[in-house]
């Protein structure tokens, strides 16, 4: 094997090391935290609804977003929560993610007065920060999609958070799960390099 060859192939094996490693870490600290069943999920005071865009960039429904709208609203009427706090990005490309939650969360009959809005969290690192030190939240339950929860919750766990998770369900469109998963795999990648900066 060539010298060029080898220097071609080691960044791709240590690569796929890094996100091996990083998705075995991830699991593991969410492991037994997340919930799929409403019957089983604990109550918690407080839960955070994590944001994305409501559309795609076709124009079209975001089917994610409206999985997360529908699951925070069967964690309400099931009683599960008290507050909810609404994150995500407070200003992106037009739009403004905690206050389209509101609206739809609203128009669903989740009252206005238990929703909290947290407009900076374009990150799910700053979302979950902004929970343990801008709200003083000690425990919480995460509602996103599977996927996103277990890293949500490994992050949790960094800053001394109590987290378990709601899993939404994932998208409809193969195109849309193949391309946030492959995504995701570099966040966890990410979040971990972060973890140990820390």
């Not at 998705?23 to 089983?40: F, M, P, Q, R, V």
């Not at 909810?84 to 739809?104: F, Q, T």
């Not at 609203?106 to 030190?133: A, M, N, W, Y």
Request: charged content about 25%; hydrophobic content about 40%.
């Amino acid at each position: 094997m060539g010298k060029a060859l080898k220097w071609l192939i080691l960044p791709i094996v240590l690569c796929l090391i890094a996100i091996i490693y990083s998705n075995h870490i991830i699991n593991k600290a969410a492991d037994g935290k997340t919930y799929s069943d409403l019957t089983e999920i604990p109550h918690r005071k407080v839960a955070l609804l994590l944001g994305t865009t409501p559309k795609a960039k076709s124009g079209r429904p975001n089917s994610f977003y409206a999985g997360r709208i529908q699951a925070a609203v069967d964690l309400y009427k099931a009683g599960k929560f008290d507050k909810l706090i609404l994150s995500g990005a407070g200003n992106k490309e037009g739009y403004n993610e905690p206050l389209s939650m509101r609206s739809d969360l609203i128009e669903q009959g989740i009252p206005d007065s238990i929703l909290i809005l947290d407009e900076k969290g374009d990150r799910t690192v700053l979302s979950i920060e902004h929970v343990k030190k801008t709200f003083g939240v000690d425990s919480c339950t995460i509602i996103s999609q599977l996927f996103h929860n277990n890293r949500a919750i490994y992050m949790a766990e960094h800053v001394g958070l109590n987290a378990i998770g709601y899993n939404a369900p994932d998208s409809p469109f193969l195109y849309w799960r193949v391309k946030n998963h492959l995504r995701e795999y570099l966040a966890r990648v990410k979040a971990v390099i972060d973890a140990k900066r820390d």
